[in-house]
């Protein structure tokens, strides 16, 4: 059975967001065409996780087995954050464009996602490259929503995207390689004219054609799950 891991980072609510818009999209249309895949939710553009502080990161980087008790409890959202990517199959993420990177909300829930031991491992008997990604094989779908438009590899404000960079940058710890990631983008919100309804159809076709495209790869791999 697939999972699908829904990640909403906008602070707009479900009627104003774009992105919000294209992940319910996606959601729905995946299970339109996989009735079987399981979703999980999580809305940290509604409920942002705390930003981690020293405490955190003591009890993160304190041996499992030499950990007091509030260590513990410290870690246990981040655990359980890890444990809903751990899950999915594919992420489809909300990632709207602000002040030209990722909403503070999402951020927030990457820096509980990275996380020695559990999302990565590290060994500096690799020598210069010593992190090395714990999960693997997973899918991201990248629903994003921008008020100005040419953030895209060679466009007007390519230079300017500190949002798509810093997500593929961090995408290992998730079990994504750079190839699994597929990002869909509409611009022009800001500006509110022909260009931004085009753009919102073309973002639209595309979310649809990603989820017909990950239904079918989820159904052809749940077939050849040996039975028993
Ligand atoms: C706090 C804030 C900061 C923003 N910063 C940028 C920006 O740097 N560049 C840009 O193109 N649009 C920016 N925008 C516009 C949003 O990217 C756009 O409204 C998008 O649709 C937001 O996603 P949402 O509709 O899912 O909430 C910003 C909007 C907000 C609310």
């Known amino acids: 059975m697939t999972t699908l891991l829904r990640i909403d980072a906008s602070a707009q609510q479900q009627d104003r967001s774009l992105t919000r818009m294209l992940t319910a999209l996606f959601t ?8 079987d895949a399981k979703v999980i939710t999580r809305d940290i553009g509604k409920d942002p996780v705390p930003a981690i502080d020293h405490r955190f990161v003591h009890a993160a980087f304190t041996p499992p087995e030499a ?15 890890i444990d809903e ?9 909300g990632a709207p464009m602000y002040n030209y990177g990722m909403p503070a909300a999402l951020k927030g829930w990457i820096d509980h996602i990275a996380r020695i031991g559990r999302t990565f491992s ?18 991201l779908v990248v629903l994003s929503s921008r008020g100005e438009f040419g953030f895209e590899p060679g466009g007007p404000r390519a230079h300017l995207n500190a949002l798509d960079p810093a997500i593929a940058a961090c995408a290992h710890y998730f079990g ?20 931004h309804e085009r753009s919102v159809i073309a ?26």
């Open 176 to 195: 994504v390689s750079t190839a699994n990631i597929h990002t869909v983008a509409i611009e022009y919100q800001e500006f509110k004219d022909e260009r």
């Open 67 to 81: 950990r007091e008790d509030w260590m513990a409890g410290r870690l246990a959202l981040s655990d359980a954050l």
């Open 85 to 93: 990517v751990t899950a999915a199959d594919i992420i489809v993420m």
């Open 28 to 35: 729905n249309e995946l299970l339109h065409a996989n009735p």
């Open 203 to 228: 973002a639209k076709d595309a979310t649809r054609a990603l989820a017909r495209r990950f239904a079918q790869v989820s159904e052809t791999n749940d077939a050849c799950v040996p039975a028993g």
């Open 122 to 139: 590290f060994d500096l008997a690799r020598g210069d490259f010593p992190i090395e990604p714990i999960l693997k094989d997973k899918q």
